[in-house]
């Protein structure tokens, strides 16, 4: 008797609903937040181009827990240029891929997670435990709060890659596209 359903997930050609991937649903609107933010914060006042209400709470809030954002030394610099224009893009790129259960982000999060957490926690290190008092924050708690989704969504996002065909295909769809690309099928 033939299985009505369909094969199972892993050997399907297609991802499993959406409905049924909650956990990448929840990473998807994490990645979205984390891309607007980038966004918001590092990208568009690198263009010249702040908002002018993002900018006001920005001051405020880094004005007084975070001093390096306001003044960033050349290492922190590149660090928002990452978070802005590399990380930003990326995160909502990722979030499609995993609404859409594309397995074509494996690869390219497995390269940015670990660098995004790099970067993030050299930042940190140096807010929190820096030699140098202008760049050290007297608000440690409030600065690793605002942060530590830059460390910790990446890593889930990597976790949830982890294996190859997180989304289904496998080996079965593989030999199927080879088949189709040396035109023997």
Not at 68 to 73: A, G, N, T
Not at 135 to 152: E, I, N, T, Y
């Amino acid at each position: 008797m033939s299985n009505p359903a369909g094969p199972p997930p892993s050997l399907a050609g297609t991802p499993e609903r959406l409905r049924r991937r909650p956990l990448d649903l929840g990473l998807a609107l994490l990645l979205l937040a984390q891309s607007a933010a980038g966004l918001l914060v590092d990208a568009l006042p690198q263009l010249g181009l702040p908002v002018a209400t993002v900018e006001a709470a920005l001051h405020a809030h880094y004005g007084a827990a975070d001093p390096m954002f306001m003044d960033p030394p050349a290492f922190f610099f590149v660090a928002i240029l990452w978070s802005g224009f590399v990380s930003t893009p990326l995160c909502a790129w990722f979030a499609l891929g995993l609404v859409r259960g594309s397995n074509k982000i494996r690869i390219p999060v497995l390269m940015w997670a670990p660098a995004t957490a790099l970067a993030t926690a050299m930042v940190l290190a140096e807010e929190v435990l820096s030699t140098v008092p202008a760049w050290r924050s007297p608000a440690p708690l409030s600065v690793v709060g605002q942060s530590l989704s830059w460390l910790v969504v990446p890593l889930l996002v990597a976790w949830r890659v982890r294996q190859p065909f997180p989304f289904g295909g496998g080996l079965p769809e593989a030999e199927r596209l080879l088949a189709l690309a040396l035109g023997e099928d």
